[in-house]
């Protein structure tokens, strides 16, 4: 009876007015991208603008010079044909609708809003000098200490905690800006007490920042790397660092402060790690090395190498200006061993080194690895140990592995050609407990020859790098996953074209291989397949630790193609 009763009443309400969507600000973004022959890609490429909605001023704004850190000053008349994207509200129209336009001229638009409400525009463009203001690096000279950047807070802490007087910096900043006072020109002081302050002026003139140069140490994140820190520092062609031969160049040794890249039968090169430019060179007395690695303790480790048995040796150097000491040497009529070995400790304390077998090995019963131990800096026995890896059901030849910590019965990862897996071993049973493939691609042979791996705030990782020695490989990639749990180590490593499987879950960095995934950094698109007629292509992978533990570095190697630097950090912000 109620509802009877009320049923007029429904039947006589009003139905509410339904309010039009107010347009916020109709234009958000312009953004136009230099086009080639017709061509244009929209990507991270593009020109910027600037908005005046008092105004109703869209302002393109062509860098001053491009690329941003060079010296080429732009003109205007060099983009008389850009493609326009516009990023408008819902349901806003500009007229004439644009597709290309001509920045030496103004143009008059009209926008029409969600509410049909008309305002006259003017689009433009002009010549832009860069606001950025930022400090990239800074490192006190005498002491070679790095300060750890936090862009978003503008400071630059160092974990240092004595006063300095009277020192001088070294540092890099956004492209042409500039810093006051100079610290490489004009000596400062700083205490934990009395931060030191500079001003970062950006290369427009008038856009800076204050930065505060702090001695403290910054919070770090919960555990592993800061996501998204991964950067490639440098990137050298190996002809650009003075290695003047071709399929030659066999391994690199990561320290604090080089990386140092051997070619057989030349000097070694040692290169700054921060930007890879060649220091100098040290000569090697032995003339049969055949690689050369390094420790977690920043030594140097250099051996021959032997196949259908003969003799292998392993020198040790405390630093580059030492000179090389034989500590292991070891003969056997069979077998081949010394293409790659893996340390992992210090060799003038613990250590474990380990030596894949480097001959086709087509049975799975004949999978070997060798292994020594070092003890107090020596070797507890000059014969390796010899371990039959289980789970494999793939041959190899030619392969790298390396051990998680100095103990012999640590877990280790594993790779090698044929396999073309990653296999995390459990160290106890030498059994396989999860891999991650990679693929052959390409119709050709991409080998996974290398392969490193280190603890960084609390979590494992681990690289590898694959490299062709044809002219119908691919080649040029190297990877960094994340080793925390083996269900979680598994899945397909696709290349750039490739879109057909998701990468696997523990993945954090693929080092760009280029629009094709034909590897940009490799030999087969530079200088030449990395091949010196045995079919063994030759690359090399490190990971290395600052010594703040803030901050993990990944090196690449590719003969005849490119050495270069990828960071991580740790640091929370």
């Given at each position: 009876?109620?509802?009877?009763?009320?049923?007029?009443?429904?039947?006589?309400?009003?139905?509410?007015?339904?309010?039009?969507a107010?347009?916020?600000r109709?234009?958000?973004?312009?953004?136009?991208?230099?086009?080639w022959?017709?061509?244009h890609?929209a990507?991270e490429?593009?020109?910027?603008?600037?908005?005046?909605?008092?105004?109703h001023?869209?302002?393109?704004?062509?860098?001053?010079?491009w690329?941003?850190?060079?010296?080429?000053?732009?003109?205007?008349?060099?983009?008389?044909?850009?493609?326009v994207?516009?990023?408008?509200?819902?349901?806003?129209?500009?007229?004439?609708?644009?597709?290309?336009?001509?920045?030496?001229k103004?143009?008059?638009?009209?926008?029409?809003?969600?509410?049909?409400?008309r305002?006259e525009?003017?689009?433009?463009?002009?010549?832009?000098?860069?606001?950025?203001?930022?400090?990239?690096?800074?490192?006190?000279?005498?002491?070679?200490?790095?300060?750890?950047?936090?862009?978003?807070n503008?400071?630059?802490?160092?974990?240092?905690?004595?006063?300095?007087?009277?020192?001088?910096?070294?540092?890099?900043?956004?492209?042409?800006?500039?810093?006051?006072?100079?610290p490489?020109?004009?000596?400062?002081?700083?205490?934990?007490?009395?931060p030191?302050?500079?001003?970062?002026i950006?290369?427009?003139?008038?856009?800076?920042?204050?930065?505060?140069l702090?001695?403290?140490?910054?919070?770090?994140?919960?555990?592993?790397?800061?996501?998204?820190?991964?950067k490639?520092?440098?990137?050298?062609?190996?002809?650009?660092?003075?290695?003047?031969?071709?399929?030659k160049?066999t391994?690199?040794?990561?320290?604090?402060?080089?990386?140092?890249?051997?070619?057989?039968?030349?000097?070694?090169?040692v290169?700054d790690?921060?930007?890879?430019?060649?220091?100098?060179?040290?000569n090697?007395?032995q003339?049969?090395?055949?690689?050369?690695?390094?420790?977690?303790?920043?030594?140097?480790i250099l051996?021959?190498?032997?196949?259908?048995?003969?003799?292998?040796?392993l020198?040790?150097?405390?630093?580059?200006?030492?000179?090389?000491?034989l500590?292991?040497?070891?003969?056997?009529?069979?077998?081949?061993?010394?293409?790659?070995?893996?340390?992992?400790?210090?060799?003038?304390?613990?250590?474990?080194?380990?030596?894949?077998?480097?001959?086709?090995?087509?049975?799975?019963?004949?999978?070997?690895?060798?292994?020594?131990?070092?003890?107090?800096?020596?070797?507890?026995?000059?014969?390796?140990?010899?371990?039959?890896?289980?789970?494999?059901?793939?041959?190899?030849?030619?392969?790298?592995?390396?051990?998680?910590?100095p103990?012999?019965?640590?877990?280790?990862?594993?790779?090698?050609y044929?396999?073309?897996?990653?296999?995390?071993f459990?160290?106890?049973?030498?059994t396989?407990?999860?891999?991650?493939?990679?693929?052959i691609t390409g119709?050709?042979?991409?080998?996974?020859?290398?392969?490193?791996?280190?603890?960084?705030?609390?979590?494992?990782?681990?690289?590898?790098?694959?490299?062709?020695?044809?002219?119908?490989?691919?080649?040029?990639?190297m990877?960094v996953f994340?080793?925390?749990?083996?269900?979680?180590?598994?899945?397909?490593?696709?290349?750039?074209?490739d879109?057909s499987?998701?990468?696997?879950?523990?993945?954090i960095?693929?080092?760009d291989?280029?629009?094709?995934?034909?590897?940009?950094?490799?030999?087969r698109?530079?200088?030449?397949?990395?091949?010196d007629?045995?079919?063994?292509?030759?690359?090399?992978?490190?990971?290395?630790?600052?010594?703040?533990?803030?901050?993990?570095?990944?090196?690449?190697?590719?003969?005849?193609?490119?050495?270069?630097?990828?960071?991580?950090?740790?640091?929370?912000?």
């Amino acid at each position: 009876m109620l509802s009877v009763a009320l049923l007029p009443l429904w039947g006589c309400h009003q139905p509410e007015e339904l309010t039009l969507a107010v347009a916020d600000r109709g234009v958000n973004s312009l953004t136009v991208y230099p086009t080639w022959d017709g061509y244009h890609t929209a990507d991270e490429s593009g020109f910027p603008s600037k908005i005046d909605y008092d105004s109703h001023t869209i302002t393109v704004q062509v860098p001053y010079t491009w690329p941003v850190e060079s010296d080429n000053v732009q003109k205007l008349e060099d983009y008389t044909n850009v493609y326009v994207l516009f990023n408008l509200d819902n349901n806003v129209f500009v007229e004439p609708r644009l597709h290309t336009i001509d920045l030496t001229k103004t143009y008059r638009l009209t926008v029409t809003d969600q509410q049909k409400q008309r305002s006259e525009w003017t689009l433009k463009a002009e010549l832009a000098k860069s606001t950025a203001c930022d400090i990239e690096s800074f490192t006190i000279r005498d002491l070679n200490v790095s300060a750890l950047v936090d862009k978003s807070n503008a400071t630059a802490s160092l974990i240092y905690f004595e006063e300095l007087k009277n020192v001088f910096a070294d540092y890099t900043l956004s492209p042409h800006a500039r810093i006051v006072p100079d610290p490489s020109k004009e000596a400062f002081w700083c205490s934990t007490d009395e931060p030191k302050t500079f001003t970062v002026i950006a290369q427009d003139g008038v856009t800076s920042r204050k930065w505060t140069l702090q001695q403290r140490e910054p919070a770090k994140t919960e555990k592993g790397i800061r996501p998204g820190s991964a950067k490639l520092l440098w990137a050298k062609k190996l002809s650009q660092i003075g290695v003047t031969e071709l399929n030659k160049t066999t391994g690199i040794a990561a320290l604090d402060n080089s990386l140092v890249v051997y070619t057989k039968d030349a000097n070694p090169i040692v290169l700054d790690a921060k930007n890879g430019n060649p220091v100098t060179t040290f000569n090697l007395s032995q003339s049969d090395i055949a690689y050369i690695t390094a420790d977690d303790a920043g030594h140097i480790i250099l051996n021959t190498k032997f196949s259908g048995g003969g003799t292998i040796r392993l020198y040790r150097m405390r630093d580059i200006h030492s000179t090389p000491e034989l500590f292991i040497e070891f003969t056997t009529a069979s077998g081949a061993y010394g293409n790659h070995i893996s340390v992992t400790g210090d060799v003038y304390g613990d250590a474990v080194i380990a030596a894949s077998y480097c001959q086709w090995a087509p049975s799975p019963g004949s999978f070997s690895t060798w292994r020594w131990t070092i003890r107090n800096g020596q070797a507890v026995d000059q014969k390796p140990t010899w371990c039959n890896v289980k789970g494999l059901t793939k041959g190899w030849s030619d392969g790298d592995f390396v051990y998680t910590e100095p103990d012999a019965a640590s877990d280790y990862f594993l790779s090698g050609y044929s396999m073309n897996q990653l296999v995390w071993f459990d160290g106890a049973t030498n059994t396989a407990k999860a891999y991650i493939d990679c693929p052959i691609t390409g119709g050709g042979t991409d080998e996974i020859l290398a392969v490193d791996a280190v603890k960084f705030n609390g979590m494992q990782y681990v690289t590898c790098a694959a490299e062709t020695p044809y002219s119908y490989g691919i080649g040029g990639g190297m990877w960094v996953f994340a080793a925390e749990y083996p269900e979680t180590f598994n899945g397909t490593i696709r290349v750039a074209y490739d879109n057909s499987n998701p990468q696997p879950d523990a993945l954090i960095y693929d080092l760009d291989r280029g629009d094709t995934g034909h590897g940009k950094y490799g030999g087969r698109w530079n200088d030449g397949e990395n091949n010196d007629g045995s079919s063994t292509p030759k690359l090399d992978v490190a990971l290395h630790l600052s010594p703040d533990g803030y901050f993990m570095y990944a090196y690449f190697m590719f003969c005849n193609g490119y050495v270069g630097c990828v960071q991580f950090d740790c640091i929370a912000q």
